[in-house]
Nanobody, 115 residues
Framework: QVQLVESGGGLVQPGGSLRLSCVASGLTFSTFYMRWYRQGAGKEREVLAHITPTGEAVYADSVKGRFTISRDNVKNTLYLQMNSLNPDDTAKYYC?????????WGQGTQVTVSS
C-alpha cells in the first residue's frame, strides 16, 4: 500500500520560512519523479516544483528563488524549503509521485501565512 505523508505545515508570519516533508512508503521512491503542488481556497491546484529521480529540479515562476525542492532517496523523503513566505502562499500543499503511468497523491498539509 502506497502512502505519501506530508508534514511541516502550520501558521507562519509573512517573511518567514517553513520546510515541508513528504515521507513515501510502499513504492520505490528513488525511481519516481516527485512534485509539490498547492491549492488555495477557491483556486485550482498548481504545480510548484518538480524533481527527477537524480535530483534535477524545475520551479514554477511563482516560487522560483524562494522555494527549494529536494529529496533524500535513502530516507524516502521529499522536501520543500519555503522562504520569504507571503499571504498568497496560503494553501494546502501536496506531494505527488509519478512513474508513468502510475501516480500517487499525499493527503496534504496546510500552510497559512498571516500576521
Amino acid at each position: 500500500q502506497v502512502q505519501l505523508v506530508e508534514s511541516g505545515g502550520g501558521l507562519v508570519q509573512p517573511g518567514g520560512s517553513l520546510r515541508l516533508s513528504c515521507v513515501a512508503s510502499g513504492l520505490t521512491f528513488s525511481t519516481f519523479y516527485m512534485r509539490w503542488y498547492r491549492q488555495g481556497a477557491g483556486k485550482e491546484r498548481e504545480v510548484l516544483a518538480h524533481i527527477t529521480p537524480t535530483g534535477e529540479a524545475v520551479y514554477a515562476d511563482s516560487v522560483k528563488g524562494r522555494f527549494t525542492i529536494s529529496r533524500d532517496n535513502v530516507k524516502n523523503t521529499l522536501y520543500l524549503q519555503m522562504n520569504s513566505l507571503n499571504p498568497d502562499d496560503t494553501a494546502k500543499y501536496y506531494c505527488y509521485a509519478l512513474e508513468p503511468p502510475t501516480s500517487y497523491w499525499g493527503q496534504g498539509t496546510q500552510v497559512t501565512v498571516s500576521s
